[in-house]
């Protein structure tokens, strides 16, 4: 977690917002309930944003990215019957035979 002032006044402390705390007459702990997410500057009083989700949501697309560039296929060779991983290369390493992605 990284959590940023949205108006960038620099401020550093932050208060989370998500939980209401239920105390008795005398001031004593009793439950809490979760509100809404988030975090409030301190400093002075807008939104925090949570940096620290950012890049990993970035990751997260660039693996989905990189998944999508490299399309293989797992095809059997009908001569020989090695297991070939198809890309570009449409013949069978092995025998040399033409292959067909199905
Ligand atoms: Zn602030
Ligand atoms: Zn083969």
């Given at each position: 977690?990284?959590?940023?002032?949205?108006?960038?006044?620099?401020?550093?402390?932050?208060?989370?917002?998500?939980a209401e705390v239920e105390i008795d007459a005398s001031g004593v702990y009793q439950d809490h309930r979760v509100t809404?997410?988030?975090?409030?500057?301190?400093?002075?009083?807008?939104?925090?944003?949570?940096?620290?989700?950012?890049?990993?949501?970035?990751?997260?697309?660039?693996?989905?990215?990189?998944?999508?560039?490299?399309?293989?296929?797992?095809?059997?060779?009908?001569?020989?019957?090695?297991?070939?991983?198809?890309?570009?290369?449409?013949?069978?390493?092995?025998?040399?035979?033409?292959?067909?992605?199905?």
């Open positions: 977690m990284l959590l940023v002032c949205s108006s960038r006044c620099g401020g550093g402390l932050f208060r989370a917002l998500f809404q997410p988030g975090y409030m500057c301190l400093n002075c009083g807008a939104p925090a944003l949570d940096l620290g989700e950012v890049p990993a949501e970035l990751e997260a697309e660039a693996r989905e990215d990189e998944a999508a560039r490299t399309v293989t296929a797992d095809v059997l060779c009908p001569v020989c019957e090695t297991m070939v991983q198809l890309d570009a290369n449409m013949e069978c390493p092995n025998c040399g035979s033409p292959l067909e992605v199905t």
